[in-house]
């Protein structure tokens, strides 16, 4: 009989004692990952509930509520004949699918997910910086102003760097107005996202660098949107890995 490490990796978490109110949610992330690495395609039928009860031996109230968070996360969908189908997660699913990812123990590499993390905060934060330029508030462009001269008073532990950096971040992403942005800043410093784990060594090109701070804050100040822009790009690409990303397929 060949091993499944699926239901090795449940047996083994069984075996720690893990509360039972915690099942569905084991074996919600354990199906989502067995839908991410593929070894359920798109288009093909999700196993049916009482096998999914046999296989892991769980009750199948379980399986039903796992199953319909993967509803949730669109990754499979429920057709009114009662098949489950597997979606392909990479047109259906949304952010807080890497959210689940970046959480979990196991599934797909946290360490490309922390680069497309950090990418995407290089471009959310550079059309922030442009946005707030454009819409912000007198007095709001003042404080990040304020802010801006001292930042260097927080230096040079980087980690004091990084706390004051993120609040003058905040700053200028509640100043472009954009409340979609505001929510996935939320999720990249509050520790949703892999960001938050960053080393702060891998920063340090981008903290260390106050003249530049100083200088976006006065781009956004003199309303200088594309300015800001180009600089908001520049600094926060400083902090992403230099390394060759695999294509979403």
Request: net charge positive; glycine share 10%; proline share 7%.
């Given at each position: 009989m060949t091993s499944d490490p699926v239901r090795d990796t449940l047996s083994a978490m069984t075996q720690r004692h893990i509360r039972r109110e915690a099942v569905s949610d084991q074996l919600f992330a354990?199906?989502?990952?067995?839908?991410?690495?593929?070894?359920?395609?798109?288009?093909?039928p999700l196993t049916a509930e009482r096998d999914l009860a046999a296989e892991f031996g769980v009750n199948r109230h379980a399986v039903r509520e796992a199953v319909k968070r993967l509803q949730q996360a669109r990754l499979v969908e429920v057709s009114h004949g009662g098949r489950t189908l597997v979606l392909d997660w990479r047109r259906t699913a949304g952010l807080d699918l890497a959210m689940g990812i970046a959480a979990a123990d196991r599934g797909l590499s946290t360490g490309d997910?922390?680069?497309?993390?950090?990418?995407?905060?290089?471009?959310?934060?550079?059309?922030a910086a442009r946005l707030c330029a454009i819409r912000c508030s007198r007095q709001a462009a003042a404080e990040i102003v304020r802010t801006a001269d001292r930042y260097a008073d927080c230096g040079p532990d980087l980690a004091d760097l990084g706390t004051a950096d993120i609040a003058w971040w905040r700053l200028i992403v509640e100043g472009s107005g954009n409340l979609a942005y505001l929510l996935a800043f939320n999720s990249l410093v509050g520790g949703t996202l892999p960001v938050a784990d960053v080393p702060d060594d891998l920063r340090t090109a981008e903290l260390l660098d106050v003249e530049a701070h100083v200088r976006l804050a006065e781009h956004i100040a003199a309303r200088e949107a594309r300015a800001a822009e180009r600089l908001?790009?520049?600094?926060?690409?400083?902090?992403?890995?230099?390394?060759?990303?695999?294509?979403v397929r």
């Open positions: 354990l199906l989502r990952d067995r839908i991410l690495g593929g070894q359920a395609p798109p288009g093909t997910l922390t680069r497309d993390a950090l990418e995407m905060r290089a471009c959310v934060g550079a059309d908001a790009r520049e600094l926060l690409s400083r902090s992403v890995p230099a390394t060759a990303g695999k294509a």
